[in-house]
């Protein structure tokens, strides 16, 4: 058998791999939908709140909310609460229980968003195949998804979308007052959104001709894709005035968490949302952190527990690591720059994301970027290794949750 044999029949195991390990944390990912979502997102809260004409909510049915005032508050922006409002309208709250599989919905738009965007870029059919089953399987969107019964993962699922259709409105249709459009909504979900239009003016600018000539030809595509983006500030901004009487008041301030044995809590309360004492915490989590689980007993060999603060976004999604051959170009720059800006804020933020598991989730808010920029370069021989680390990451996946159910149940 020829070299190109072998490696045909061994891209044929890992993709029978893959695919049986996808099934296992979809399977999974439904039996949460089914025996866990409890109704209880405080996004629902929220909308049942503005079904009643109210910015308030009656009680908080998780953590995070603010106190102002005598009234409680979810502090998070109000897009996933609009977009939950038809459900809770017709189901009631707590009645929905549906946020796992709304989610899983939103997710699955969100994979249709990037097959467009990876054929528009060129990518072959295979490399394609793989870097979806990656996004979906081997990436902190899996886990977002699974659980998006709670405030925020849901949040977060309904902002990649997004952030998604953002990429596919300049990528697929050349239209920065589209991509402006979403880029609106996604601030409307996570506020770190609002760096994206630098990366997608770059994305929309024809690259045969000189910088300056381009730009010139862009200021009416821009200032159509900046009335969005300012509706935008301007709906966050008096919604904040309208809370707590300032337009720059998010409710952080406010927070109410009763959980006081948490290292969240004590960060908060003792240094502050941001620090440079989290820096170094966040940087090792973000880059070097590996599967970490707990044991305990006299010979350590009880499992006692997960690492909370989850694995290292290049550990337990090595496929990321393909964009080190991305084209060097303004292109690259642009989104270098904005993914600097992004993860430089959240290197210093109190939280890394703290929920977690075998994921880092605050990389969803540059995840597409790098994936863009990895995409749209040319495919060296490395490439060859995609099918390997796809498989690695959604094995590994499948194995932690695998273990962390016995180990709960």
Request: charged letters at 10%.
């Amino acid at each position: 058998m020829t070299g190109d044999g072998f490696e045909a029949r061994r891209d044929r195991v890992l993709a029978g791999v893959t695919v049986l390990a996808g099934a296992g944390l979809l399977a999974l990912l439904l039996l949460r939908a089914g025996l866990k979502d409890a109704g209880l997102n405080s996004h629902g809260a929220l909308a049942d709140a503005f079904l009643h004409g109210r910015l308030w909510i009656e009680s908080c049915p998780e953590i995070d909310c603010a106190l102002f005032q005598g009234r409680t508050y979810v502090i998070f922006p109000p897009l996933p609460a609009i977009v939950a409002m038809p459900f809770v309208a017709l189901f009631g709250f707590p009645g929905f229980k549906g946020f796992v599989v709304l989610g899983l919905a939103l997710t699955t738009l969100s994979l249709y968003a990037w097959r467009a965007i990876l054929r528009a870029l060129g990518v072959a059919r295979a490399d394609a195949l793989w870097l979806l089953a990656a996004l979906a399987f081997a990436s902190p969107l899996y886990q977002v998804t699974q659980r998006a019964d709670g405030v925020w993962f849901f949040a977060q699922v309904l902002g990649f979308l997004m952030v998604s259709l953002s990429l596919w409105a300049a990528i697929c249709r050349a239209s920065l007052p589209l991509a402006g459009l979403f880029v609106g909504l996604a601030f409307l979900c996570r506020q770190m959104a609002i760096f994206y239009p630098l990366f997608l003016l770059f994305l929309c600018l024809p690259r045969e001709r000189p910088l300056r000539e381009t730009l010139q030809t862009m200021v009416r595509p821009v200032l159509l894709a900046g009335i969005p983006v300012l509706a935008a500030l301007a709906v966050y901004f008096a919604y904040n005035y309208a809370r707590f009487g300032s337009p720059t008041e998010t409710g952080y301030g406010f927070i109410h968490n009763p959980d006081q044995t948490s290292f969240i809590w004590h960060r908060i309360r003792e240094t502050g949302l941001f620090s440079r004492d989290y820096l170094l915490f966040n940087t090792l989590y973000l880059f070097l952190q590996g599967l970490h689980f707990e044991f305990g007993g006299p010979g350590l060999t009880t499992l006692t527990g997960f690492d909370m603060a989850g694995t290292a976004l290049f550990v337990a999604s090595p496929w990321v690591l393909l964009a080190f051959y991305a084209r060097l170009d303004r292109v690259f720059a642009a989104g270098a720059a904005v993914i600097a800006i992004i993860a430089g804020i959240t290197l210093f933020y109190h939280s890394n994301g703290a929920a977690q598991i075998a994921t880092q989730r605050y990389t969803l808010d540059w995840l597409p970027i790098l994936i863009v920029l990895m995409a749209r370069g040319p495919r060296p021989p490395a490439f060859a290794a995609l099918p390997l680390l796809v498989t690695w990451g959604v094995t590994a996946n499948l194995a932690t949750l695998v273990v962390l159910a016995i180990y709960r149940v």
